[in-house]
Antibody, heavy 123, light 111 residues
Framework: EVQLVESGGGLVQPGRSLRLSCAAS????????MHWVRQAPGKGLEWVSG????????GYADSVKGRFTISRDNAKNSLYLQMNSLRAEDTALYYC????????????????WGQGTLVTVSS | QSVLTQPPSASGTPGQRVTISCSGS????????VNWYQQLPGTAPKLLIY???QRPSGVPDRFSGSKSGTSASLAISGLQSEDEADYYC????????????FGGGTKLTVL
């Protein structure tokens, strides 16, 4: 069974940093692109970042570009999101999600999703 | 403000057929496929429809998707109480720097 388990969320002050992790199991991790999608409390979904199987193709939403860095360690079956210069508007539940192909593509989708890890940015 | 536009709410009674619309533009829905996600209360989103009208294994055939031009629709027939959830459409956008865009979500209430 494919499983994605996020961790690393918590309460952090504005301007500080946090690193999220996503542990993958049940599939050959280095065959697939991966993504981070977030959901602010009571709000809709927002794609944050995506990374191809070999880290050769990476993308970010404008709202996080220059502050967040996505990475992966295929040997550890893990996806990461380094979040710097955090703002109150980054408060959200952060989900990792699997892409059906090695490189994200307009014809792709997200399946499955992890259960999410909550990041709260507040002083 | 979401790039894709969905009605904030929809409702129906058990057994009814309901549809949820998703409106976009030529740079997203007009030129790419649409996916739909179901988010039951307190849970993570789940893929419901991919590539406009394809159902993943395990998704009942009561759920169907369609696309025409720059709009897409999700139809749920034989509505059941367990269908009460938030539904999101999503598509790749060719013109934005962050390629994946979502609708604002539609909260479906089963009366």
């Amino acid at each position: 069974e494919v499983q994605l388990v996020e961790s690393g969320g918590g309460l952090v002050q504005p301007g500080r940093s946090l690193r999220l992790s996503c542990a993958a199991s049940g599939f050959t991790f280095d065959d697939y692109a991966m993504h981070w999608v977030r959901q602010a409390p009571g709000k809709g979904l927002e794609w944050v970042s995506g990374i191809s199987w070999n880290s050769g193709s990476i993308g970010y939403a404008d709202s996080v570009k220059g502050r967040f860095t996505i990475s992966r360690d295929n040997a550890k079956n893990s996806l990461y999101l380094q979040m710097n210069s955090l703002r109150a508007e980054d408060t959200a539940l952060y989900y990792c999600a699997k892409d059906p192909r090695a490189v994200t593509h307009p014809l792709n989708w997200f399946d499955p999703w992890g259960q999410g890890t909550l990041v709260t940015v507040s002083s | 403000q979401s790039v894709l536009t969905q009605p904030p709410s929809a409702s129906g009674t058990p057994g009814q057929r309901v549809t949820i619309s998703c409106s976009g533009s030529s740079s997203n829905i007009g030129s790419n496929t649409v996916n739909w996600y179901q988010q039951l209360p307190g849970t993570a989103p789940k893929l419901l429809i991919y590539s406009n009208n394809q159902r993943p294994s395990g998704v009942p055939d009561r759920f169907s998707g369609s696309k025409s031009g720059t709009s897409a629709s999700l139809a749920i027939s034989g509505l059941q109480s367990e269908d009460e959830a938030d539904y999101y459409c999503a598509a790749w956008d060719d013109s934005l720097n962050g390629p994946w865009v979502f609708g604002g979500g539609t909260k479906l209430t089963v009366l």
